[in-house]
């Protein structure tokens, strides 16, 4: 069986590590809005 693996565009991968860099946005909290793994962060 084939795992479902997510892939993400790379505007979209610069967002959320500008978003993260930016400050005032924790890791936990990009999970629960973007939907990404931790360990993808």
Do not use: C, H, W
Not at 25 to 40: A, C, D, F, K, M
């Amino acid at each position: 069986m084939a795992k479902n693996q997510k892939s993400y565009t790379l505007e979209f991968k610069q967002q959320i590590v500008d978003l993260y860099n930016a400050g005032g946005t924790s890791y936990p909290q990009l999970e629960r809005e973007y939907g990404v793994n931790r360990s993808t962060i």
